[in-house]
């Protein structure tokens, strides 16, 4: 069984950064593609960015594109996501998942989810 763990959320005001990072243990991280999500109170939860097994592709959601960078490091069994320019429109949880598919922007089934990261903007 996978298991992610989110870290590096918290509370940013506007036009700063974090990084995110997802720890994944109990499988072979680098035979998943993996996704970040985020869902804020009251609405769906939305595809943020993905990448393949090996790294070599990325893909974004319109709304992150050119703020937002996901990368991995396979011998860490690690996933991050860089956020640049943060909006208030950007708080929400952000889930970390696992899958064998990509891209996958949710359309598809993803079986491994972590538990997610607050991450918070403020004006």
């Known amino acids: 069984q996978v298991k992610l763990v989110e870290s590096g959320g918290g509370l940013v005001q506007a036009g700063g950064f974090l990084r995110l990072s997802c720890a994944a243990s109990?499988?072979?991280?680098?035979?998943?593609?993996m996704d970040w999500f985020r869902q804020a109170p009251g609405k769906e939860r939305e595809f943020v960015a993905a990448?393949?097994?090996?790294?070599?592709?990325?893909t974004y959601a319109e709304s992150v594109k050119g703020r937002f960078t996901i990368s991995r490091d396979n011998a860490k069994n690690t996933v991050y996501l860089q956020m640049s320019s943060l909006k208030p429109q950007d708080t929400a949880t952000y889930y970390c998942?696992?899958?064998?598919?990509?891209?996958?922007?949710?359309?598809?089934?993803?079986?491994?989810w972590g538990q997610g990261t607050q991450v918070t903007v403020s004006l």
């Open positions: 998942a696992a899958g064998p598919r990509f891209p996958n922007d949710g359309s598809y089934y993803i079986p491994h």
């Open positions: 109990g499988g072979t991280f680098s035979s998943y593609a």
């Open positions: 990448i393949s097994r090996g790294g070599g592709s990325t």
